[in-house]
Structure formats: C-alpha cells, structure tokens
C-alpha cells in the first residue's frame, strides 16, 4: 500500500518537501478539488512563539505578500492554522530560481532585460503599496512555466507607516546590499534606494555572469561597495553600461529613480505593460460609468450600525493572530466623531472639493468616493469614506483607498484630510488625543 498523503483542512494535500527554514518547511501541494499546485509552508506555533521577533516576522511577511499582488511576485493565496501549525498557501513557481540561470553562464542582453524590467516592475509596485523588499537577488527570483520573472521571499522586507519612511535596520545579502545599508548611519536609508540598487548589482549578475564587487576578504568586498568599485567586462555594450553606471551609485541621493530607469531607451526596448496597472484603469473606468456613484437626491435617514465587535476590531492595534488572516487598517484612517453622519459627510465633501477633487456618494450607503484632480503614480488617487454609527452619541468613520499610489494616499491623508477634520473628529485610530467641538447632531 502507498503511503498516506497528508490532508490540510480538507482542502490540500501535502506532497514533497521543496526547502526548509529555520522556523519552517516548506512542501508541495495539490488543490483536491482544482488540482492546481501550491507551495505550502508550514509554522510550528510553539517554535516562532518563543521569539517575539519571529512571530512579527511572519506577521509581517503575511501582511506584506496580501498587498502586493501582481504579476511578477509570487502570490499569497490563503493562509490557514490549526491549535499547532500554520499554514500558508503560495504560488508554486516551477521554473526554479533565476540563480540557476545565471550559473550556467551570463545570460544575452534581450534576455537580461526583459528579466530587469519584469523587477522593476515588480519592485516599482511593491514601493507604491509602501513596501521595501531589502533582500534582492538572484536566488529570490522565481521563473514560472512561460520563463517570467516572480519575486519570492518576503521574510526581511519592511512596510511603510506613513512616517519620514526611513529604515534602520542592516539586513539582506551582504554583496547585493546598498552601501547606506552597510555603513547604517543613525538617519537611516531610504528603503526605495537600496532596492534600487540591489536591483543594480541583479542588473549587472545578469548581463556579466558574476558579481560586481568582489575581493578575497569581506571587508574589501564592503571597501568596493562603498566606493562603488568595479568594473565593466568587454562585452557589456555601451547603452547597459550607463544605465548600470547609474543604478550603482554610491550616494543613495544621487542614485537613479525608478521613474528614471523607466525613461531610459535600453530598459524600453520590447517593454510590455503588466497586466496588473491595466486592472487599476479599469476599475477606474468603471467608477466613471458607474450610475451609483453619482449625486443622490434622497439618502437614508442614518448610517448602518457598526456592532461592538467590528467597532473593537476597527479601533485596536493589537498583536493577536487573527491580525494574520484579514487585511489590517491601517494606523490613521480611522477615526470616532461626535458629530452627525451628515454632518461629517458634509464636512469631508467640502475638504474634498477645496482640493479640487470629484465628489460622489452611494445612493445607498453613508459612503463618499474622492477622485483625486491629477493622475500619479498609479492613476488618479481615489479615497471612500464610510460612516458608521457604534452608539447614539458615537459615529466611527473609515477612510480607504479605492485605487491610487499607496504613498500619495498617506501624504494627503495625513497632510490634508487629518487637519482639515480637526474640528469634526473626537479621536483618530491609535492617537489618544480628544479633539471635536462641533454640537452633537446625531
């Protein structure tokens, strides 16, 4: 008889095992009902519970991996727990690692580019969801069956919180990493930067087939970092050479942006538009066309009741587990008000249209729809803003973004919206201040 496969929640069986961690093994898995294959890693509970560290590491990379869906990243697709274990379920890219290819030789220039600009898309996408990768290389690039490019291994990356967006932490593979990073001055790096260059030092692996600073010793490998010491093999033809000239720079201030690689006629060439930036249009046009969103005449009375569970899961910023398994909020978009649902919303729409932003609402719902003026980064920056009642006197209003650059939606949360409402708000998500003065309208 054949040995028993083991089942996970009747959903998955596990297979053979691809790797294994510290903390964790990761197997391969079968859909019983799709047959697809799934990467599957396993957590011992009581393993990453003695570490804080480590349960926030796990906490962070599942947080990390449900925002950056696209294309070239390997994608998270449920993450599940048992009393011992969890579970959580990944794209199986069969392909292997991007390393593999590298040893076998230095790749053509057509093919070094198509893979470098499958990365910065990937990484140009994870920044504007305010998430930096920091350990970049080859060995954590995935190939899939039609030869694309999958970022993998988000163990060491950090998330933005809508601060001065500087890290401080020393982390990744010392021959990828940014000379910010290794030197760690007490301001910290711009995780955006050192991305880009361990994008640089990928970019150059790629094309000569070994790394760019190299030396018998670590601390001369770290004295060529630094100095942006190398050199350029004979091969290397003269449009690659600048735009590497340009990655690794050793002043992060001066290193090229991604904007700027994007501009740059090399990385042009046969360039293909990931499907990903299409979806975020798309869902833009629709709001365009979408009869719901205009102006209503009538509206309902009062806004829907938040009951105390939902309102505590909204207000709190604990460390419980669950925190895992949804999309957390995010610190400052939430806030309590004393005011009335019409008066908050009337409140929002005017700050809204000061800006120069449209203005629409549900004929349904308590729920407003900003459409930002300007197009950013990713599109038009669009903002909803939903009300809740929680008790008589106590309204709780969620802000979110519908579509946009993550980044530019924390700045003009935080820089406009946030002082804009002062008057109307009685507390913001995380903050312990008292702040509303308007009369209770409710």
Known sequence: MGEKK???????????????????????????????????????????????????????????????RHPNIA?????MATKSKIFVVMEYVRGGELFSKVERGRLKEAAARKYFQQLISAVDFCHSRGVFHRDIKPENLLLDDNEDLKISDFGLSALHDGGAGLLHTQCGTPAYVAPEVLQLRVEGYDGAAADIWSCGVVLYVLLAGFLPFQDESLNGMYS????????????????????????LVADPGKRISIPGIMRVTWFRKELKTPHAFSIQESMFEKFEDDERLTTIKKSPSSPAFLNAFQFISSMSTGLDLSNMF??????????????SAKVIMG???????????????????????????????????????????????VTVVELSKFSGDTLEYVKFREEEIRPALKDVVWTWQGDNVVSCTCDHQI
Not at 75 to 79: F, R, T, Y
Not at 235 to 246: H, I, P, T, Y
Not at 326 to 339: A, D, I, M
């Open 75 to 79: 994608d998270l697709k449920e993450v």
């Open 347 to 393: 409140k929002i729409e005017l700050v809204g249209r000061k800006l120069g932003f449209k203005v629409a609402r549900t004929t349904k719902d308590f729920k407003l729809r900003l459409v930002g003026p300007t197009e950013g980064r990713k599109g038009r920056l669009s903002v909803t803003a939903e009300v809740f009642k929680v008790a008589p006197e």
């Open 6 to 68: 083991k089942i996970v929640q009747g959903k998955y069986e596990i297979g053979r095992l691809l790797g294994k961690g510290t903390f964790a093994k990761v197997y391969h898995g079968r859909h019983l009902s799709t047959n697809e294959c799934v990467a599957i890693k396993v957590i011992k509970k009581d393993e990453v519970i003695k570490s804080e560290k480590m349960m926030e590491q796990i906490k962070r990379e599942i947080s990390v991996m449900r925002l950056v």
């Open 224 to 247: 060529k970092i630094f100095g942006a010491d190398y050199e350029f093999p004979p091969w290397f033809s003269s449009e690659s050479k600048r735009l590497v000239s340009k990655l």
């Open 326 to 339: 949804e999309e957390r909020r995010k610190r400052g978009s939430t806030f309590t008000s004393r005011c």
